[in-house]
C-alpha cells in the first residue's frame, strides 16, 4: 500500500517536472508568436515607441558627460596586435585608386555649409596643424573591441578655424566609399554613400580628431586612408572612414535618407553613446 | 457505541469534504505588479538579447577582443531564430527592444527596490536569518526530495528561497551594471567600474553568464511553481491569496 502511494507520488512529481520544462520551452517559444514581435518591430508606431528610449538614453548620458570626461586612453602595450577592419574594406573605384596610387598627395578635406570661412585643406595641411594623439578601445556596435593608437587633427581646431555660424547643430562627414556599390558614380548623397553626423558636444571634445596616422603609420586603405573621423564616446559606426567633406548644417532631415548616417538609414541609433 | 462510532465518522467525513485551508494574503501590490512587469521585459530582454548576441558570437576577458583574439567562449552556431527577438537576425531592432526594456527593467527595478527596503520586505521576507542559514542543510535535503513546506512553515520563504530571492536581485543589478560598461559613453563617465569588471569584453561576458543564470532561476522557479501547486501559486501572484497547504495535505 505504502510502496504504490509512494510510486504513485513519484510519477506525480515527475509528470510536474516534465511538464514544467515543456510548459517552460512552449512558453518561451510561444511568446513570441503571441506577442506578435516580428509584426510590432515592422510597425512604424511601435518604433516610435520604442525609439523614447533613445532620447532617453543620449539625455542621461549628455548629463552625466556634461563635464566633457574623456574616454580612457590605453598603454601602448594594449594596441591590439589586429586591429578588425569593419565596414568598406576598400571604396574601389577610379577616382579612390588614383589617390592611392598618388599617396593621397591630391586628397583634399573640404569644410562648409554653416561657417564663417569654408576651409579647403590637404593631407599634407593638416599634418603641418597641431595633432592630438590618443590610444583608444574601438567599440563595434556587434559586439567586438579593439585597441589602436589614433594621430590627427583635433576637429575643434578646425571647427574654430572655419568658424561655426549660429545656428549650426551637426557636422556632417561624407566619405569616399559606398557600402552599395560602385562608389564613383552619384555624389555624395547617392544610395549605399557613407555618411555619418554628431552634434557639436561631441564635435568639440578634445578626443575628437581627424585622424591620419594610425598605430605610429599612415592609415592604412581597410582602416580609411587618407583621413578618418574618431569619436571616442560612441561606437565604431560613428567613425567615419575615407572622409572628404564636412559640412556644418542646422538639420539633417534632407541629407540622403534624413537620419544622419548610412548605419541610421538603416535603422540604428543616431545617437551611438552605448 | 454504535451512535458515537457513526458521530466520529461523520466528523471525518466532514472534515474531508470541507479541508479547511487557511487563506493567506502572501504578496502585497507592488510585489504582484513588478512581478508581472519583470517577467515580461525578462523575456523580451534575453530574446532581443541573444538576437545582439548573434551580430558576434564569441565572447572574450579583458577590454579588448575581436575576430583574431582568442575566444573565452565561442559559440559554433548562432542561436535559433524562435529564440531572438525579432526572430529574424536584425541588430538595429533587436537594439531597440532591448535598450527600450532595460529602461523598463530598471525602473521597475527601482520602484521595488524602494519599496521592498521601505516596507521591509527584503530585510524581513527576503534576507536570511541565522536560523534560516542553520537550516541549509536540511531544507536543500527537503528540496531534493521535492517536498515542500507545510502548515506555519508554508507561510515564510524557506532559506533556498530566500538565497534565490536576493541572488535574482543581485543578477539583476549586475545585468544592469555590465550592460552599462558596454556602452562607450557610460565608459567614459565610470572607467573605473568597467576596469573593476576587468574590461569591457569581460563586462560583455558576465552579462551573457548572469543572464544564463537567471534563465536557470526562471526555470528552477516555474518548476518549483508547477511542484507547489500551480494554480494556487498563480493565483497568489495574481490575487496575493495564497492557500497554505495543511499539515496533512
Known sequence: MTIITRQKALLTRREALLGGLAGGGLLLSGCSRILQVDALTDSTSFQRVLAVAQSWTRATQRFFLAGGQMAKEYKPSDISPHFKANGTLNPGGDDYERHVAEGFVNWHLKIDGMVSHPLTLSVADLRRLPSRSQITRHDCVEGWSAIGGWTGVPLALLLRAAGVRAGAKYVVFYCADNL??????????????????????DAMHPQTIIAYDMNGKPLDVAHGAPLRLRVERQLGYKMAKYVRHIQLVSDFRAIAGGHGGYWEDQGYDWYAGI | MPTAAAEATSETDRRRAQPRREIIYRH??????????????????????????????????????????????????????????????????????????????????????????????????????????RAIPRSIADHIRLKHPKGEAAKRYNVLQRLAYVGLLALAVGMVLTGLCMSPGFDAFAPWLVAALGGRQSARTLHFLFASAIVLFIAVHLIEVVLAGPLNELRSMITGRYAVPGEHD
Open chain 1, 180 to 201: 552599395d556599390g560602385d562608389p564613383a558614380k552619384g555624389g555624395e548623397q547617392s544610395p549605399g554613400q557613407y555618411y555619418e553626423s554628431i552634434g557639436l558636444v
Open chain 2, 28 to 133: 502585497a501590490w507592488p510585489v504582484r505588479l513588478t512581478h508581472w512587469i519583470n517577467a515580461l521585459t525578462i523575456f523580451i530582454l534575453v530574446g532581443s538579447g541573444l538576437n545582439i548576441f548573434n551580430a558576434h558570437p564569441r565572447l572574450y576577458w579583458g577590454q579588448a577582443g575581436a575576430d583574431f583574439d582568442k575566444p573565452f567562449l565561442a559559440f559554433a552556431r548562432p542561436w535559433p531564430d524562435w529564440l531572438t527577438l525579432p526572430s529574424y537576425m536584425d541588430l538595429a531592432d533587436a537594439r531597440h527592444w532591448h535598450f527600450f526594456f532595460a529602461w523598463v527593467l530598471v525602473m521597475n527595478g527601482a520602484f521595488y527596490l524602494a519599496w521592498s527596503l521601505a516596507s521591509r520586505h527584503i530585510q524581513r521576507d527576503l534576507w536570511p536569518t541565522a536560523g534560516d542559514v
